[in-house]
């Protein structure tokens, strides 16, 4: 899920982001297209207007010499006075020049401003040729022209920056910063309902069958909804389905118990007046009446543990005592199967629950070593403290379990081998009824197979 969210929250940022720096570049290339133009026009007008100045400056005085000293004096200043970068000439009003010979196409320019009327012309940008009428001193008509117009250098002011403008930066990182936001809270928005349904799913997989998710579906109407609609129709189906098997199995459990009880009572009579060769069928009688009573006894115990109505009263005990107390009565069942149950190792530890339940899903783990253990070898109990929890530690020298039933030990009636746990007279009932208790103790119970052979099943409480 946090996957989902960060993926979801990552490329919707990113793709807001690229796609905002990407639209604003178009945008500002675009206004840059006719500020590029309107800049050029004014740089060509501003330039042709200081070299048309400068020309007619010029001009001015080399027809004030050309009237006083004569054309080989014009030529001279001309050419040795010239404006930096140009070739100047001067030419009368009938396009004739006065200080030399002059380039064809400024002649051109000459004859276009003479016949134009104008009193100013500039070719190509100012960058050709420039020709513009000059009043010398005695108030005579000139025309003053120059070729090679030296271009000026733009400026920088305009380009500062490209290809970003300025403050580009900080605008982008104010744009960053809220499209986070809102992506965050999109992303936040697009993933609740998958992180209510990974809650929901979590609580119904711990056996909290009254699980529902709950969004808001006005305005929605999307595949989510639909998603949780169905989740809700699954719980409450699941819900019905094992509120009925529970309630079947606790009602036959109770109608069990009557007909055993008359079993019992024909069973007693049929031994008074029974032969002596009657004997061994009315002891096997007696013993599968027994097992069946033992059987009913622990399906009621279930039923309770796994109904909603399981309560015990809480006290704090001592866990050791516990476990002394089961080892001692097993090692005692067990020594007449040619078996052992030794309590290894032990520290005072204290929790909040039931007594008498913890003694009973420690003594259904106990029972069930010793029936599987080898003989001649002993079923091992050791208690430790880890990291705040009471750690009950039974480990037999058995054949242990496959790997793929290690989890499967715990349910109702699972049964690894049928032949081999008839015999040994197990229900298949005891373990789930451990698992069921430990959790109402709020710990859990694992299954796992020795290194060197045989079942370790550690009990984890938490301390008080």
Not at 142 to 164: E, I, S
Not at 296 to 317: N, V
Request: charge should be neutral.
């Amino acid at each position: 899920m946090r996957t989902m969210f960060v993926k979801l929250f990552f490329w919707f940022w990113l793709a807001m982001t690229l796609s905002g720096v990407v639209i604003f570049l178009i945008a500002f290339n675009m206004r840059m297209g006719p500020m590029h133009a309107q800049f050029e026009r004014r740089y060509t007008a501003e330039r042709a207007r200081i070299v048309c100045e400068a020309l007619a400056l010029y001009g001015h005085t080399a027809a004030g010499i050309y009237e006083k000293y004569g054309e080989m004096a014009t030529r001279n200043f001309v050419q040795q006075r010239e404006p930096h970068g140009m070739r100047a000439y001067l030419f009368s009003t009938t396009g004739n020049s006065l200080s030399g010979p002059a380039p064809h196409h400024l002649e051109v320019a000459v004859r276009q401003l003479l016949d134009s009327g104008v009193t100013e012309l500039v070719f190509d940008k100012g960058v050709v040729a420039a020709a513009v009428l000059v009043k010398s001193p005695r108030g005579k008509i000139y025309v003053a022209a120059a070729t090679g117009v030296p271009p000026m250098p733009p400026p920088r002011v305009l380009l500062q920056g490209w290809p970003f403008p300025p403050d580009f930066w900080f605008h982008f990182c104010v744009y960053f910063v809220i499209g986070g936001l809102v992506c965050y809270g999109l992303a936040w928005h697009l993933t609740s309902p998958v992180r209510q349904l990974r809650a929901a799913a979590q609580r119904l997989g711990t056996g909290d069958l009254t699980t529902r998710v709950s969004i808001r579906t006005k305005g929605r109407g999307d595949e989510v909804t639909d998603l949780v609609r169905d989740f809700n129709r699954m719980a409450e189906r699941i819900e019905k389905l094992m509120t009925a098997q529970k309630q079947l199995v606790r009602d036959v459990s109770h109608e069990l118990r009557s007909p055993l009880a008359r079993l019992n009572v024909a069973l007693g009579l049929a031994r008074r007046t029974a032969s002596a060769e009657a004997a061994a069928p009315l002891d096997r009688i007696e013993q599968e009446a027994e097992r069946l009573n033992e059987m009913i006894g622990e399906l009621l115990t279930l039923s309770l543990l796994e109904s909603d109505s399981a309560r015990f009263e809480k006290e704090t005990f001592d866990v050791a005592e516990v476990v002394a107390e089961v080892v001692g009565d097993a090692d005692f069942e067990a020594a007449g199967r040619n078996r052992s149950v030794r309590c290894i190792s032990t520290v005072p530890l204290s929790v909040t629950g039931s007594r008498e339940m913890l003694r009973r899903a420690l003594e259904n783990v106990v029972r069930n070593g010793v029936r599987y253990t080898a003989e001649g070898t002993p079923v091992e109990v050791s208690l430790e403290e880890v990291s705040g929890h009471a750690v009950i530690r039974v480990r037999d020298h058995g054949p242990g379990v496959p790997e793929e039933s290690l989890t499967q030990i715990f349910r109702p009636f699972y049964r690894l081998a049928e032949a081999r746990d008839r015999q040994t007279g197990g229900t298949g009932i005891g373990l789930a009824i451990t698992e069921r208790a430990v959790q109402l103790h709020s710990g859990n119970v694992l299954a796992a197979n020795a290194p060197d052979g045989g079942l370790v099943v550690d009990i984890r409480i938490p301390v008080s």
